[in-house]
């Protein structure tokens, strides 16, 4: 990496000696477009939502697909290949993400920031590395504004002030990161098919021959509860929180060990979000996040579109449910109703589950926990490794992208 990092920098002292021109990001985007729904009546786009961007990867993992009845007030910006678009709603999150050929022409949620570089100026992949950059998350993290629900605005996000070295030292800083980015993907991928090993494993010890009983999901919990959403506009349900407070896009399969926002005791004693204990199953009900389930492995409270389940211990094995509820993913969120393909408690506790011994249940959670400990815990095997060349990666950006400015 010294011996690139030494040839950016003689490549930096030939061209610009003096230092490196520092633009207003704004000055080197173009101007984007909304849709006018109108011209398009039923025509149909894929549409991209905070919740469409993975944090870490910073790809897009799932879309929606809308027309022009269907599409959520928010589905208004056409994306085109080579923007970059930034979650401007609780922004330190990082949803951002480089828009490839697949998704040129569709749309984006006003939830996002639409930067499309000037290609005679600044290079897409350039970009899409300096938003990712310590420098920029600082920015943002200053600029941002409400506490408790923090957002920066399109505007603030083009002030910021980037470095605009000449596009051939772009083009060399951009093939040592990409290079980066490319091993990171390798290794998504490497993990992608451990995940799809693991599933068929779990498909087939989930199997059981006609002598199990099948019980509702509803009839092995002690209780089934929801959750709420405290008034946004209320500071003092939010400000000074400690309360853990779970929303569905927070739902993925995992253990949730934490959350992204805290709610005060007020809110819990004026609202509908309630205390849920520990080690609860989680199932989301809501459009796209509908059907993924979660085990909370401490006490907390959630949000409406969480249908959580308190298992009868004397029936099931909480964690032998969650594989069961995630192995039938595909089935569960196949039910959802309307435009939205939203779910319901209703729905839910009457989903069917195969109710072997508890001893049984607790030889199938022993071996899938294990499995599931191999392709997600990060403390280990290739999640670790993943982790690591990320941290690399993250290291030699924030250096390849600090330049002297040009005074």
Request: hydrophobic fraction near 35%.
């Amino acid at each position: 990496m010294t011996k690139h990092q030494n040839k950016i920098e003689k490549l930096i002292t030939e061209l610009c000696p003096k230092g490196v021109e520092y633009k207003i990001l704004g000055n080197v985007c173009e101007q984007t477009s909304n849709i006018k729904w109108q011209n398009f009546v039923k025509q149909t786009f894929q549409y991209i939502d905070l919740t469409s961007v993975d944090r870490n990867t910073h790809s897009i993992t799932q879309v929606q697909t809308i027309d022009s009845d269907s599409a959520p007030s928010r589905a208004q910006q056409i994306v085109k290949n080579g923007d970059i678009i930034f979650g401007t709603t609780r922004p330190t999150l990082k949803r951002f993400c480089l828009i490839r050929s697949k998704y040129d022409g569709q749309i984006c949620s006003t939830g996002f920031c639409v930067l499309r570089p000037n290609s005679n100026e600044i290079l897409s992949d350039f970009l899409f590395h300096l938003i990712g950059s310590s420098n920029f998350c600082d920015y943002v993290e200053k600029t941002q504004k409400g506490a408790s629900y923090p957002a920066i605005s399109d505007s603030e996000v083009k002030r910021f002030k980037i470095p605009l070295p000449p596009l051939e030292i772009q083009e060399k800083i951009v093939k040592i990161l990409n290079s980066f980015t490319e091993l990171e993907a390798e290794l998504e991928a490497e993990l992608e098919a451990r995940k799809k090993q693991y599933k068929y494993y779990r498909s087939s010890l989930l199997q059981f021959d006609e002598s199990v009983t099948y019980k509702t999901l509803g009839d092995i919990s002690l209780k089934v509860s929801s959750g709420g959403t405290p008034l946004v506009s209320k500071s003092d349900y939010y400000d000074g929180g400690t309360i853990p407070w779970l929303r569905t896009q927070e739902v993925k399969f995992t253990d949730i060990l934490d959350t992204e926002m805290r709610i005060t005791e007020r809110a819990i004693q004026e609202t509908s979000a309630k205390w849920i204990p520990a080690n609860c199953v989680i199932v989301a009900i809501s459009g796209a996040t509908a059907g993924r389930s979660a085990i909370n492995k401490i006490p907390l409270a959630t949000n409406q579109h969480c249908c959580n389940f308190q298992i009868d211990p004397e029936q099931a094995n909480y964690r032998y449910v969650f594989h069961w509820v995630s192995a039938h993913y595909d089935e569960i969120k196949s039910m959802g109703q309307g435009a939205r393909s939203d779910l319901n408690a209703s729905l839910i506790k009457n989903v069917k589950i195969a109710v072997p011994t508890l001893e049984k249940q607790e030889r199938i959670v022993s071996i899938l926990d294990k499995f599931d400990t191999l392709v997600n815990d990060i403390s280990i095997g290739l999640p670790a490794e993943l982790k690591a060349r990320r941290q690399q990666y993250e290291y030699y950006r924030d250096k390849l992208l600090t330049f002297k400015e040009l005074t």
